[in-house]
């Protein structure tokens, strides 16, 4: 059980559970989540997750869309995510003239505030990260975890956290060490991924790197347990990947709100929904893959092929022959039966397996890679192109 089978926002201990898997991730192993809403505060979390070894390893060596990308260029336009938060930064704390980043990663997004005028720092537990925040950008990310970095936030006058809070264990515990680092009246402007609207949401959105999926609601009473005063919220939807949710804060003294009975209807709901779309497009997605002839190779071996493997079962899984994936690190490792190998092993020979683009975020890009390399179109396998439920996502 998660955190000693205690919520991770108000420590309950009883859950409507939603959604299980066991997946077996690469490099990390077999692992059995659940999710599920909190009967008492309405969050909606991981229950059963992941050993703390296991997550660290993932994101060492194996998260393929967090850390450093080894692609971090020096490129002047922010980010969408980025713009979003300067948006929200400039409008609800004008007077603040800098901003300390809190899991900066390689350093883009402090580029573009520093050059907005802000002083800027920040932290990031990877020392490659944090090197290429230097080298790249010329910008001194803190090589250091959460409680490392906690004396260097002091003298800043805003906080950032960008797609982090929903990747902690323990985001309470997490926002009220931030909250003793820095005096009353420090801002904090932070985004995540916002728990609605299930149509607009890609399948595998419950996924082994979120361990929270915040509303405005529990993402405001998150904050003020923490002692931060939220100023604002903002949802919005129709943004790439998902909805996401941003607020803007003030370090202020503590509250202990709580949530309706309406609420946690509401939030069950919800989960119940996300889970029920969720094992119908795993379904379509199997039969699809079932209807292929011969062998099959799948391009990706990150936490969607986990979730394919997993959810998406069929006659399909006995003619998959391996995984291919262009992140080294991966080279060598298992993911199920198979071994991880390098692109290099596809040629582009009129016949031969059917490769299946195993993402949701990429496959336009991977597909497009796949015929530059003179993979004939007949052995492209694409899961959502075309459907009409992942035209809605
Ligand atoms: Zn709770």
């Keep these: 059980m998660a955190h000693n089978g205690a919520c991770r926002l108000c420590g309950a201990s009883d859950f409507e559970v939603v959604q299980r898997e066991a997946l077996d991730l690469a490099g990390v192993g077999a692992t059995a989540l659940s999710y599920g809403v909190c009967l008492s505060c309405a969050l909606l979390q991981q229950i059963d997750s992941a050993s703390p070894e296991q997550r660290e390893r993932h994101y060492r060596f194996f998260a393929s869309d967090s850390g450093p990308a080894g692609n971090a260029t020096p490129v002047g336009t922010p980010a969408p995510h980025t ?10 704390l004008p007077a603040a003239r800098s901003v300390f980043e809190i899991g900066a990663a390689a350093g883009h997004a ?6 907005a005028g802000y002083r800027v720092g920040g932290c990031d537990p990877s020392r490659l990260a944090a090197q290429q925040a230097a080298h790249v950008f010329g910008i001194e990310v803190l090589p250091a975890g959460l409680a490392d970095a906690l004396p260097h936030m002091a003298g800043f006058d805003a906080l950032y956290l960008s797609h982090l809070l929903e990747h902690l264990t323990e985001p309470l515990a997490a926002l009220k060490l931030i909250r003793g680092a820095v005096k009353r009246g420090t801002g904090l402007v932070l985004e995540v991924p916002c728990a609605v609207a299930p149509e607009d949401l890609p399948p595998g959105w419950f996924t082994f790197e979120h361990v929270s999926y915040f509303t405005e609601a529990t993402l ?13 919220t903002r949802v919005r939807r129709g943004v790439f990947l998902y909805p996401v949710i941003a607020a803007v804060a003030i370090a202020h003294d503590a509250e202990e709100p709580s949530a ?7 939030a069950i709901a919800f989960a119940r929904a996300v889970a029920a779309r969720d094992a119908a497009i795993w379904a379509e997605t199997a039969r699809r893959l079932d209807r292929l002839e011969g062998p099959v190779v799948v391009w990706g071996a990150g936490v969607h092929s986990s979730q394919l493997l997993a959810h998406a079962t069929g006659p399909w899984q006995d003619a998959l022959i391996g995984f291919v994936d262009r992140d080294s690190q991966k080279w060598g490792a298992r993911l199920g039966r198979h071994f991880i190998q390098p692109p290099k092993i596809i040629t582009p020979d009129a016949t ?3 490769i299946v683009i195993s993402s949701f975020a990429s496959e336009t890009q991977i597909a497009a890679d796949l015929a530059a390399l003179g993979v004939p179109e007949s052995r492209i396998v694409r899961l959502y192109d075309g459907r009409e439920i992942a035209k809605a996502a």
């Design 110 to 115: 402090l580029y573009c505030l520093r050059e």
């Design 220 to 232: 405001t009473r998150a904050l003020g347990r923490a002692g931060f005063r939220v100023l604002h």
């Design 83 to 92: 713009q979003r938060m300067m948006e929200m930064l400039r409008e609800y």
């Design 352 to 354: 031969g397996p059917s």
């Design 260 to 266: 309706s009975d309406a609420e946690r209807a509401s």
